[in-house]
Protein backbone atom coordinates (compact mmCIF):
# COMPACT_ATOMS: atom_id res chain seq x y z
CA UNK A 1 0.00 0.00 0.00
CA UNK A 2 1.60 3.53 -0.82
CA UNK A 3 1.94 5.79 1.99
CA UNK A 4 0.59 9.22 1.71
CA UNK A 5 3.11 11.81 2.30
CA UNK A 6 2.02 15.62 3.11
CA UNK A 7 4.29 18.11 1.90
CA UNK A 8 3.87 21.54 2.72
CA UNK A 9 4.22 23.75 -0.59
CA UNK A 10 4.04 27.62 -1.59
CA UNK A 11 0.50 27.71 -3.69
CA UNK A 12 1.72 31.26 -4.84
CA UNK A 13 5.18 32.13 -5.40
CA UNK A 14 6.62 35.41 -7.27
CA UNK A 15 9.26 34.38 -9.78
CA UNK A 16 11.02 37.33 -9.21
CA UNK A 17 12.47 35.21 -6.05
CA UNK A 18 13.47 32.66 -8.29
CA UNK A 19 16.73 31.98 -9.77
CA UNK A 20 17.08 33.04 -13.49
CA UNK A 21 17.04 29.45 -14.84
CA UNK A 22 14.31 27.94 -13.13
CA UNK A 23 12.37 31.19 -13.91
CA UNK A 24 13.19 31.55 -18.07
CA UNK A 25 11.97 28.03 -17.74
CA UNK A 26 8.96 29.06 -15.84
CA UNK A 27 8.26 31.79 -18.49
CA UNK A 28 8.92 30.40 -21.10
CA UNK A 29 6.42 27.16 -20.21
CA UNK A 30 3.56 29.32 -18.90
CA UNK A 31 3.96 32.08 -20.71
CA UNK A 32 4.50 34.47 -17.92
CA UNK A 33 5.58 38.07 -17.60
CA UNK A 34 7.90 39.34 -14.61
CA UNK A 35 7.20 39.89 -12.12
CA UNK A 36 3.96 36.91 -12.35
CA UNK A 37 2.65 34.69 -9.55
CA UNK A 38 2.12 31.48 -10.14
CA UNK A 39 -1.33 30.51 -8.40
CA UNK A 40 -1.98 26.97 -9.45
CA UNK A 41 0.74 24.81 -8.11
CA UNK A 42 -1.08 21.79 -9.66
CA UNK A 43 -0.35 22.50 -13.05
CA UNK A 44 3.26 22.46 -12.44
CA UNK A 45 5.43 19.57 -13.28
CA UNK A 46 6.63 17.41 -11.31
CA UNK A 47 10.39 18.71 -11.41
CA UNK A 48 8.69 22.12 -10.90
CA UNK A 49 7.30 21.13 -8.10
CA UNK A 50 10.16 19.21 -6.57
CA UNK A 51 12.38 22.76 -6.95
CA UNK A 52 9.38 24.56 -5.30
CA UNK A 53 9.65 22.21 -2.27
CA UNK A 54 13.35 22.38 -1.94
CA UNK A 55 13.44 25.82 -2.07
CA UNK A 56 9.94 26.99 -0.02
CA UNK A 57 11.74 27.72 3.51
CA UNK A 58 14.65 29.94 1.92
CA UNK A 59 11.99 31.63 -0.42
CA UNK A 60 9.54 32.60 2.62
CA UNK A 61 12.14 34.15 4.32
CA UNK A 62 13.15 36.21 1.15
CA UNK A 63 9.45 37.41 0.75
CA UNK A 64 6.64 35.48 2.69
CA UNK A 65 3.81 37.78 2.03
CA UNK A 66 3.65 36.30 -1.51
CA UNK A 67 3.00 32.75 -0.20
CA UNK A 68 0.25 30.93 0.98
CA UNK A 69 0.90 27.49 2.45
CA UNK A 70 -0.99 24.71 0.99
CA UNK A 71 -1.08 21.21 1.49
CA UNK A 72 -0.13 19.06 -1.13
CA UNK A 73 -0.35 15.14 -0.76
CA UNK A 74 1.34 12.59 -2.87
Do not use: C, G, W
Amino acid sequence: MKKLTAIMVPQMVNISLLNYKFRAHLKRDFNLKAPSLITDFNKLTIEYKSYFTKTYFSLQQLNPFNLINSFLIF
